[in-house]
């Protein structure tokens, strides 16, 4: 009797700890079917999204924009572009998918509902949807919002562990991947002395 009843309270034991685990990882499971849409949405288009936004964070690394692929990283980025209009020197990539510079992922929260049978209203609780809204609010409410408070918003909102959940930093990468394309051709078309001495 006293080893039945050690056996169920520790079967007790680990399903609690097992379920608080699960309540813990619920917005990290979510963001994994919403990545799993996110990529799907880009192989329309034969573009691997992830391996290429892995590459590009390794770019961004080498050129001493990230200093590594932690979250605090990031959030020191988006720190440095809300305060600065560009990337700073150096930009040397120079191969851009244009899939990518101009088709934006569309359903992917209908796709997370109705194929993985996720909740809508949980996933808009999410901190990124909850950021992405408050983005989405200022942009329909006032014509002129700069670049600089997207920038400003993610870096405010999300938190550096957020930044790493993989549906994040993916989305934030597309959104530096677009910026960095942007910085170049600004460079090379319109920026004059004086935004150059801002930018660097």
């Known amino acids: 009797f006293g080893i039945m009843s050690t056996w169920k309270l520790s079967l007790y034991l680990f399903i609690t700890v097992l379920l608080f685990a ?3 990882q619920q917005t990290s499971s979510e963001y994994d079917f919403l990545l799993t849409c ?3 949405f880009y192989l329309n288009y034969n573009i691997e999204i992830t391996d290429l936004m892995n590459k590009f964070e390794q770019d961004l690394i080498s050129e001493n924009h990230l200093k590594d692929k932690s979250g605090s990283s990031y959030q020191e980025l988006l720190i440095y572009l809300k305060e600065n ?3 700073k020197s ?3 990539k120079a191969d851009f998918e244009e899939v990518i510079l101009y088709k934006n992922p569309k359903d992917i929260t209908n796709c997370a509902t109705s194929v993985f049978g996720l909740d809508s209203a949980v996933i808009a609780q999410t901190p990124y949807f909850k950021t992405s809204r408050k983005i989405t609010k200022a942009l329909s409410s ?6 600089n408070y997207l920038f ?3 870096a405010n909102d999300l938190s550096p562990d957020e930044l790493e959940k993989p549906f994040v930093k993916q989305s934030i990468l597309v959104m530096l991947y677009r910026w960095y394309y942007k910085s170049i051709f600004d460079r090379d ?3 004059d002395d004086s935004q150059q001495k801002a930018i660097d």
């Open 152 to 154: 400003k918003v993610y």
């Open 90 to 92: 150096p930009l040397n």
């Open 142 to 147: 006032n014509e002129e919002v700069s670049m």
């Open 38 to 40: 996110y990529e799907d």
């Open 189 to 191: 078309t319109k920026i």
């Open 22 to 24: 699960c309540k813990n």
């Open 85 to 87: 209009n560009y990337f």
